[in-house]
C-alpha cells in the first residue's frame, strides 16, 4: 500500500538535507530518501573528513614557519579516531533518530522515480505530488587500461583510511587531487601528482596553479604535468601508471582524482519526462526540473560545492511553499583546502573575457604589501624575497598600502588570491 506525503527528498546529502528540515518545519509531511548514508558525501566521506585530516597538518607545519615554536608531532591514531568520532563512524542512527523527532521520515534505499507523484523504494511505494532530487555525484574513473584490474583508491578511501601507504600516485590535479596527496604526503607518503593539463587547479587562473606547484614540490610532491596515463598494472606491492612516451609512475596505492559527475542514472527521470545532459539535470532558476520535480546540489551539474546545494535547496523550498525565489550563481564564492590555501569568487580572466567583458586585473603580492603575512610567519610565500635570505636584509613590509580598486566595466573584480 502506497504511502502519502507532501514532498518526497531524493538524497540525503547536504542539499538534500537542508530540503528536508526546511520543508518539515514549515508543516510540509516530508519523507527523505538515501542509500547510503544521511549526510552523504560530504558529511562521511569527503568535506567533513578532510577538512579534518588538513587541519592537524596544517598546524603542523605553520609552527615551522613561525619564529621561536618548535614544530609538533602528529599522533596518527589520535587524528584517525577524531576523524572517525567527527564522521560518526559512518553510523547514522542518531541523524535518523534527530529526523524522525521532527517529522521527517526517513526511508532507506534506492529510490527512484516511478511516474508522475509516485517514488519506489526498493518495494516501498511513495505518493506525493513534489519530488526533490538532490542525489549528489560520483566520482569520474578515466578510462585508464588496466585500471580496475590494478586496483585503485578514491576520496573515500584515502579519507577513511586506516594506514597510511608508504607511496601514492595521484591521478588528478585539481581540487581534490591536491589535497589529497598534501594529506597523503603530510602524513608520511610519497606522493606524486599525475595532471593531463599543463597545471594543476585548471579551473582558476593559471598563476594560481603555477604557485601552487611550487609549493607541493616544495614540500616533496613529485608533480608529472601535461602526463596523460594510458595504462595501469599491480606489480607486486606497487601500482605502475604508464604515460603515452613509455614513462611510467610507481606507489602502493594509485588514487583517482579526476573530478566528479552528477549522479543522474537509474533514477527513472525518463518516467517524468527529464532528460539530463552530461553536466546533469537541467533547472531552472527556481530549481524546476520538470512539473512537480525540482533537482538541487551535485546533480543539476550547477557548481558542485556544499554551500551552492545548501543554496538551491533554500530556492526550491522557497518556490514550493510559493515564496519568490531565485538562483543566482554570478559570484559563487570557492575554496580548495590546499596549504596554501586557494580562495576566489565569481568570474576568472578567462571567462570574463569569453563573455565579452572589458576585463582590467590587478595582482597585489601581500607580502610587499602589507605588514600582516610577515607577522604571521617568517617566511612568508608569495614574496619575492628568498627563503634563505636573513630577516635584516629583506625590504621592510610597509604597515599600510593603499591601492586603488580596479574593476572591469561589468563591475567584476579579478582576483588572484595566492
Not at 589529497?180 to 599543463?198: D, K, N
Not at 511553499?321 to 590546499?338: E, K, N, T
Request: hydrophobic letters at 40%.
Amino acid at each position: 500500500m502506497a504511502e502519502r506525503f507532501d514532498v518526497v527528498v531524493l538524497g540525503a546529502g547536504p542539499a538534500g538535507e537542508v530540503a528536508a528540515g526546511d520543508l518539515a518545519a514549515a508543516g510540509l509531511r516530508t519523507a527523505l530518501v538515501e542509500r547510503e548514508l544521511i549526510g552523504g558525501e560530504c558529511t562521511n566521506w569527503a568535506c567533513i573528513p578532510t577538512k579534518t585530516l588538513l587541519r592537524p597538518l596544517e598546524a603542523q607545519h605553520a609552527s615551522g614557519r613561525i619564529a621561536g615554536v618548535s614544530e609538533p608531532e602528529l599522533d596518527w591514531r589520535r587524528i584517525a579516531e577524531y576523524r572517525d568520532w567527527m564522521t560518526r563512524n559512518h553510523d547514522d542512527a542518531s541523524a535518523i533518530s534527530d529526523y524522525e523527532s521532527r517529522g521527517v521520515t526517513v526511508v532507506k534505499g534506492d529510490g527512484r522515480l516511478a511516474g508522475r507523484g509516485r517514488v519506489e523504494v526498493d518495494r516501498r511505494v511513495l505518493e506525493t505530488d513534489r519530488v526533490i532530487v538532490a542525489t549528489g555525484s560520483a566520482p569520474i574513473v578515466p578510462p585508464i587500461d588496466g585500471l580496475a584490474e590494478a586496483g585503485y583508491w578514491t576520496n573515500r578511501d584515502v579519507t577513511a583510511m586506516s594506514e597510511v601507504p608508504a607511496s601514492a600516485v595521484v591521478v588528478g590535479g585539481g581540487p581534490v587531487g591536491v589535497e589529497l596527496a598534501q594529506i597523503l604526503s603530510r602524513f608520511g607518503a610519497q606522493a606524486t601528482i599525475v595532471e593531463l593539463f599543463e597545471r594543476l587547479i585548471g579551473r582558476e587562473t593559471p598563476e594560481i596553479g603555477e604557485r601552487i606547484a611550487v609549493a607541493l614540490e616544495e614540500e616533496g610532491i613529485a608533480l608529472r604535468l601535461g602526463r596523460s596515463a594510458v595504462a595501469a598494472e599491480r606489480d607486486g606491492s606497487e601500482r605502475v601508471v604508464r604515460f603515452e612516451n613509455g614513462d611510467e609512475v610507481r606507489g602502493e596505492i594509485l588514487v583517482v582524482a579526476g573530478g566528479r559527475r552528477a549522479r543522474t542514472q537509474e533514477l527513472g527521470l525518463e518516467t517524468v519526462g527529464i532528460d539530463p545532459n552530461p553536466d546533469g539535470i537541467p533547472v531552472d532558476e527556481r530549481c524546476r526540473a520538470g512539473d512537480g520535480v525540482w533537482a538541487i546540489g551535485d546533480v543539476t551539474g550547477v557548481a558542485l560545492f556544499t554551500h551552492v546545494g545548501k543554496y538551491q535547496a533554500r530556492v526550491a523550498v522557497a518556490d514550493i511553499l510559493g515564496r519568490p525565489a531565485r538562483a543566482d550563481y554570478r559570484v559563487v564564492p570557492r575554496v580548495v583546502f590546499s596549504d596554501p590555501e586557494v580562495a576566489a569568487v565569481g568570474l576568472t580572466d578567462e571567462q570574463a573575457r569569453k563573455q565579452g567583458l572589458d576585463v582590467v586585473a590587478v595582482t597585489v603580492e601581500l607580502p610587499e604589501a602589507i605588514a600582516r603575512p610577515w607577522t604571521y610567519e617568517e617566511h612568508p610565500r608569495g614574496s619575492r624575497a628568498s627563503g634563505s635570505t636573513s630577516r635584516r636584509s629583506r625590504s621592510r613590509p610597509r604597515s599600510r598600502s593603499r591601492r586603488s580598486s580596479t574593476r572591469s566595466s561589468s563591475s567584476r573584480a579579478s582576483a588572484r588570491p595566492i
